[in-house]
C-alpha cells in the first residue's frame, strides 16, 4: 500500500538523519578532542616539561661542575703542584675530602708533568697518549675550554659507566698544569632520568653536539646510538643542532607512531636536551573514550529509533484504523470495502474463489428516532454493529455502507452467506435493546438482509444493485427476514 511505502521511506530518513548526525558529531568531537590535546602538548604540557627538566638537570648537574671549578682555583692545589708533587699524602686527603663532602662518586686529578692520575683512593696510573682510557686527556688538552662532560668508563670503579666533569687546571701564569675534577655515577643520573620520566611521563635523553646520545635511561644506547640514524628523527637531526638559542619544537613519524619533540640546549653542558611525548599513546585515552562514547551513543541512538519506528507504527495504525473504518461502529467504511471487494473479485478470477454479499439495515429505525431520540438510534446502530461483529468469522468483514445500512462480505458462497444471515437475524431479535436507558425501556428490533453471490463479469455496483434489490424485497415482504436475490447478472 502507498502508505506503508511512505511510512518505510520516513523511517529510513529519520535513521539515517540521526545516525548521520550522531556519527557527525562523534567524529567532529574526536577532532576537537585531539587538536585540543595536540595544541595542549605543543603549546604548554611539552614546553613545560622541557622546562622543568632543564631546571632541575642544572640543579643535579650544575653542582658537580661548580666544585670542578673551586678546585681549578684552589690555591692549595695549585702550590701542591708547583712544589713538584712530592707527596701524595695532602692531594689524597684533598680528593677524599671532596669526595666525602659533595658525595660523588670519584674526584681525581691528572697531572701534565709527571702524567700521575691521582684519585681519592690513591694513585690510579699514569697517562699515556697510546692508552685507549686515556685519549679523553689529550683531546680535552687541546681544547681551548675551561670544562667539559665527558661519559666513559671508570678505571678506578671497575670500569663503572661514570659522568665526569673534567676542569683545566692552570697556574697564575696560565700554563696548562693538568685536568681536575669529579664523577658522578652514571646510575645516578640514569635514576634522575628516570624519575623525569615518571614524573612527566616524558622519554627524555641527552646529546652532544656530534648526534651522539650522551644520557639515556637506556645504557645501551649511550655512547653508540646516534640520533642522525634514528627513523624519523635523523631528517630533523640539522634544525634540532640550528636551533641553539632558544627552545624549538619538531614532530616526526617513527614505527607508526607521530612522535612530538622539544629540546634545549644547556650550554653548561654543551648538549641538546630532548624530551619526546608519543602523540599516539597520547590519543589512545580519547580513541577509547571515543569508541566507548561511539557506542553509547549508537545504542542510544537505535533505542531512540526503535522508540520512533514505535510512535510512528502506533500513529500509522490509528490513522489507518481512522481511515478505514467508521468511528461510530467500528465497522470498516465504504473505502476500505471497495479495496478489499477489488482484492477478492481479482483474486476470485484468479482462483474460482466464492465470493458473497450480505446488506442488511435495520427495520422501523426511523420510527425509534422519532419516538426515543437519535441518540437511542445511534445506541441501537453501534448494538448491531457489535452482534454482527461477534457473529461473522474473522476472513469476512462488516462495513458501515451508510447511515443504519451494513455490508457483510463473506469469502463463501451464498448458501454460507444465508446461514451467516439468519443467525444475525436471530441474535438481534433475542437481544434486549436499550437495557440501560431510564427512558422507554427495553425494545427489541429486527433487521432485513438481502444476499447475493459475486459471478463472472460482476461489478461493485452490479453486486451490491442485486444485494438493494434482495434487501427491499425483504422489507416488502414484512421485514425481519432474509432474501437471495435471483437476478444474478
Known sequence: MHYFSIRTRLIVVLTLILLSGFFITNVISYRASKHQIHSSIVESSLPLARDNIYSEIQRDLMR????????ANDTFLK?????GEKQTGPIIRYLTE?????????????SDITKNYYHFK????????DDDHDIWYYRFKEKNIQYDL????????QNHMTIFINHRLTSDER?????????LDFDRVASLLEDYKAKYDRNIYMVSPDGIIQVHTDQSRILTTSIFDQPGLGD??????AAKTQPAFFEYDAHGNHILLTSRFVEELDWYLLVEQDETLALKSIQTTFVQNFFIGLGITLITILFAIMVINYFQHQLEIMATTDKMTKAYNRRE????????????????????IILFDIDRLKELNDTRGHLAGDQIIKNIAGIAAAIIRDNDMLVRWGGDEFVILTLGDTDQAIYIAGRLLDAVQAHDFLKESTEGGIIQMSISCGVTGFVEGDTLDTVMARADNALYQAKREGRNRVVLATDAG
Open 122 to 129: 690513591g694513585i690510579l696510573k699514569q697517562i699515556h697518549p
Open 337 to 356: 470495502f471497495e479495496r478489499r471487494f477489488h482484492f477478492h473479485t481479482d483474486a476470485n478470477r484468479r482462483k474460482t474463489m466464492d465470493l458473497s
Open 64 to 71: 658537580p661542575i661548580f666544585v670542578s671549578s673551586l678546585m
Open 79 to 83: 702550590d701542591w703542584v708547583a712544589a
Open 236 to 241: 630533523i637531526v640539522h634544525d634540532i643542532f
Open 175 to 183: 700554563s696548562f698544569m693538568g685536568v681536575v675534577g669529579v664523577g
Open 98 to 110: 671532596i669526595q666525602e663532602k659533595y658525595g660523588f662518586f670519584s674526584s681525581f686529578f691528572v
Open 150 to 157: 665527558d661519559v666513559d668508563t671508570n678505571q678506578a670503579e
